[in-house]
């Protein structure tokens, strides 16, 4: 599924071209054959492009993107660094390790500085830059500019993640058909350690991680893409609807002052509505389709920030997080090896 | 939807009989007529029961069950008792008045004492007593024995509700299939009110509210029956996951006691599996099928209890609830009239 | 929901502009608060229209489009068609009448010469021509190569409709989450009575009724956009899969010769793959999204040829239909009164 | 899924007493465990019993019931009837072996003879009866009273099956949501043929296909449970609705006149509303639940006859046709052995 929305993202790319895809039972074969029934026609060029095999042997490329599963990212993506290429995965294999930045570009886009201390500790010619957990993605992006302006102690979530989130097939539909199921296997654990990693501090080449107290509940819900998020924030400082709403919708950072072609110009979309976001209808929101995180439902009483957040688990939350880190890493100069 | 629940529960119902239905568009038709097309059968004798006017002239019974809208309660329910009848509602609009009583057996069943004062304040010969939104019910129960051993300071809480809690025709398939609507009119500030007086202390003949906080977040999803919320609990003392299981499994109280007829042998069934409860699965949880709450997903860190929980709206949410407060009202001997 | 989709094919068109939106309960509002809730953004000029009475003396424009509930059209559209207009609607209401065009651009263009006969016959300045029922479109354009090379006798089909065909509200979330309703009120006699007619011979200005025996069957399923229709056709000649895919597929009519703006460059798209078409999957299929008709599953034996039609029911189905035929009105010079 | 329809009808079943479980991944655990979090609990004293290896050395019983795949129930079966067992099986894998009777119990009682055929072919102690698709069920019910009274030449049926009938974890939630597939691989060609197999006469110990032209359409529907089918029958001769109704609710057979265990009263009831059967509300029809098939939506027009039939497809299409088919056998003495 994520794969999927690589290439429609990259396809038309203003810097990034397709050169390779890879896979495993699908060596050898067409690419419109390995995915057939599933999804939508691809461009007729990738269509036809072969399968090969996930070895940095086979591939002739500058970048990699990675959505392997957990434990086949954690073979296969050394692998690549080692022989040289920058490795930007939305994959969970390397998210905590100490020295691989875990990026969300609007928030912390110094901690790409630490691949130079990657490659350096691990003797790699390449590297590997990590994105989040498609649920951590819509609550980190609204917490920025609160924690900035208004500081942040505490977060308490819910949330109700789309099927898509379980890749494919994941959910059976007798599990989930007029279903809710409040259980995702080790989600709540990924969401409330890496909003600490993002949210942290350089400081001397590594990350302080922000000690923001995050307790997470995630469900499983009949949706088919779009994790909608339902947040308690107690911020430090006092605060009122008008101001949240004002940080929230004015909120900009280097991915949109560099204007880099897959950031949208607003990452989060307040709504006003008294019903809105809505998972189905908002799901694609922003001026890069996708790419923005819509909140709403706000409410606050004293420091306590009640919002609803919606994001799409496949673009924000993984293709389109991953491929506006690279070029963010472009911009640093970080490709060019 | 809620009255094809209450002729299920009370027909062979050991104490009450079905004398009489009621309603406005279809009075003077059979019931079966009233509801064809979205129901099952309803049992033989009752299909074919005319249906009356909602009118105390028209119907000659010991006790009304009423589960009309808001403003035709608010309007019908007052007749009905100052012309002598017990009044048992699961309408929200007298549930705040300061002379009702808002019951859930199990948790305050001395607020019954408070139907003599309302007759004296209102020159009634009959009486209203109500019951709390189906969404309070599911919150409030596991609260009590929380409550009573750990003490309660916050409650947040985020609702995650069947498209039955809408009623017929309630929710458009078009606004709900696939998607999530983070908003449900007035549901969030019913279920902040309504708490407070549930497990509030009758003093002096009044009700004393409790002063937990409550902050709901309540949400619509593609589901049918049952209404499961994700609750985080702030007690006043520390505790552990096996105390708070303990508790909640548990806990029984009077109606337990007096074995009334409607009456769970367990008001909260603890899953400890860790993807439990489930909406479709665990819906008519409890030896009388949909009056039993259950709780899982038990996570408690310091004196944050994490839990969801999980009620039929329609049966311990609307019918069910009302029928055991009628059976207890009959056990006080306020059915005797 | 008609009516966005007319906004979002107009929006743009080369030939038409929209200068005036109508309504009835909203009349007064911006456009964008009338259909707050319900859709994403419209344009923005599109968005802040204020929505007009539907009654000739307020409306300033060159063509009428018509997305009105039956009633209200019967009412409505002859008094624009009086007071001069050109009325193109996919409301039921006129579709049967004896003087009144039922056009699919594809297969019976020759029919709008009626326009001609009904002004005379009505004493009108303007006219209506009325496009088909959602289901009858994806019936009858896959019948019409077959029926020119192989003759058709018989056809019997079982569609599943989505949704989103009963309009807003429409059909209730309770009635349809998890189920399968196999009724739709007079859908079957449209499907049956308007093949005939877009099929006829116009002979002396009338229609003369193809005489192709349609039996259908019209069911509900909970899909939200989208109509999928199972068909048997009886044909007079023998034939096999390879020719009836092959009149399928190469099937152009003059649409497609004119390139008419919302004419897709073909209006079937057969699909080879043993289970597609798919309803979520293919429903924006064609080069105008939404305008194909997508034809999958042929099996032929004999006479009998089954295959599996799906078509958009609020585009090639609705507004994309009725676009169409106003775009070959304007190519016959029925549009410069 | 079916296994746990097993469990429901068997557990208290005045005849039958379950006495052990088989399996394979989860041999060696509890049945509660090795079902677990797909399901209500099951009773107490079968939740315990340990799964044991599906091999007739393991197993002590008088009859086993399979509801095995069809690969492992080609291997697993004939040890099984070749150690002595009378199989009773709802898997495809024996269906159409020329002795092996396909089991409709109000249908084609008879059929259960060619059992002594079969043990002397094959020269086993034990034998295997097989019950049809469970799609083939819902059709071949209504067609044989319509059948002996009028005679049939041709079937035409769309079929809308739900996601259970794919077993678990079957049809990805990303496939289904929102969607209708309109393919199930083999479900055509069984239905087709088991149809004439069913329906055909035994002469000489040897069954003679019936004759009947059934051209059918499979399609998958996101509902949870019970199998819809449109259907068009040409009868040989003329008719009309009130004798359809008449035949098809006034059917009953030997099991209904033996009083069978698990016999419904009437195998099928028709419904006369304009909207029903509807999958959700009708598919625990009959005073067995399950085991009744709705028919509904009847139109005759000279000799074509229009229904829609619905089905359990887990009872009546599998575990409660295959027990009901168990019950007809230990009637003739079958299972005396």
């Not at 050898?28 to 060029?45: H, L, M, N, Q, S």
């Not at 990026?103 to 691949?115: A, K, S, T």
């Not at 909120?251 to 897959?262: I, N």
Request: charged share 25%.
């Amino acid at each position: 599924m994520v794969g999927q929305h690589y290439i429609k993202l990259l396809n038309n790319h203003p810097w990034f071209r397709i050169k390779a895809l890879t896979g495993k039972e699908s060596v050898g074969r067409k690419y419109v054959e390995a995915v057939r029934g599933e999804a939508p026609e691809p461009p007729k060029d990738i269509a036809e492009m072969e399968v090969l095999p996930t070895d940095p042997k086979h591939v002739d490329a500058d970048v990699v993107f990675s959505c392997l599963p957990t434990e086949a990212a954690r073979e296969a993506e050394p692998r690549f660094a080692e022989a040289g290429f920058p490795v930007f995965s939305d994959a969970a294999a390397f998210r905590m390790e100490e020295d691989v930045p875990l990026m969300v570009p609007e928030i912390n886009p110094d901690h790409l500085q630490m691949v130079e201390r990657q490659k350096r500790n691990r003797g790699w010619d390449g590297y590997i830059v990590t994105t989040p957990n498609c649920t951590t993605v819509g609550l980190v992006l609204p917490l920025h500019p609160l924690r900035r302006e208004l500081g942040v102690k505490r977060v308490i979530a819910t949330t109700m993640q789309a099927v898509s989130g379980a890749g494919y097939p994941g959910v059976a539909s007798l599990s989930i058909l007029g279903n809710v199921i409040p259980y995702i296997s080790g989600e709540e654990r990924k969401v409330e350690n890496e909003t600490g990693k993002i949210l942290g501090r350089l400081v001397d080449g590594r990350i302080v991680h922000d000690d923001v107290d995050v307790l997470a509940t995630c469900t499983r819900v009949p949706t088919l893409d779009g994790h909608m998020e339902s947040v308690v924030v107690e911020t430090e400082k006092q605060t009122d609807k008008e101001t949240v709403a004002h940080l929230l919708s004015e909120y900009v950072s280097l991915p949109q002052e560099l204007a880099l072609p897959t950031a949208p110009r607003r990452p989060i979309i307040v709504r006003l509505e008294e019903d809105r976001p809505q998972t189905r209808i908002d799901v694609d929101a922003g001026s890069v389709p996708g790419m923005s995180v819509s909140v709403g439902r706000l409410r606050v009483v004293g420091n306590k920030v009640r919002l609803v957040s919606l994001s799409h688990n496949l673009i924000r939350g993984a293709a389109g997080g991953t491929i506006l880190t690279a070029e963010l890493a472009k911009h640093f100069g970080l490709l060019d090896g």
